[in-house]
């Protein structure tokens, strides 16, 4: 299984960016996807995921102005980010595992088996 992330860049506060994660191998629409983010000095966190039947979660941090969304024929997930800060610069990586039992393993890292290279996200303010 491969995850290529892209749609990085740079963006002024307020802006928006929408990222995607092309996937392709065997992760089939079962899986589950999620994005998560590595701000500079601090440790990889959970931003959205999305189970494959659709439900959703975020960080209370981007609750309401990010979105996450699958397009599962074409094995792509997408995080729309809007409203953006100058606290959301990060490198964000998408990563994808089989089914989980529950919503709140969907947080961990530690549940995910692949992961993409990382796209750049940059707010100025």
């Not at 000095?41 to 102005?65: H, L, M, P, Q, W």
């Not at 490198?91 to 989980?100: E, F, G, K, W």
């Amino acid at each position: 299984v491969q995850l290529q992330a892209s749609g990085g860049g740079l963006v002024q506060a307020g802006g928006s960016l929408r990222l995607s994660c092309a996937t392709s191998g065997r992760t089939g629409s079962s899986y589950s996807m999620a994005w998560f983010r590595r701000a500079p000095g601090k440790e990889r966190s959970f931003v959205a995921a999305i189970r494959s039947g659709g439900n959703t979660y975020y960080a209370d941090s981007v609750k309401g102005r990010f979105t996450i969304s699958r397009d599962s024929p074409n094995d792509t997930v997408y995080l729309q980010m809007d409203s953006l800060k100058p606290e959301d610069t990060a490198v964000y990586y998408c990563a994808a595992t089989r089914p989980l039992a529950s919503a709140r393993a969907h947080y961990s890292t530690a549940n995910y088996n692949y992961w993409g290279q990382g796209t750049q996200v940059t707010v100025s303010s």
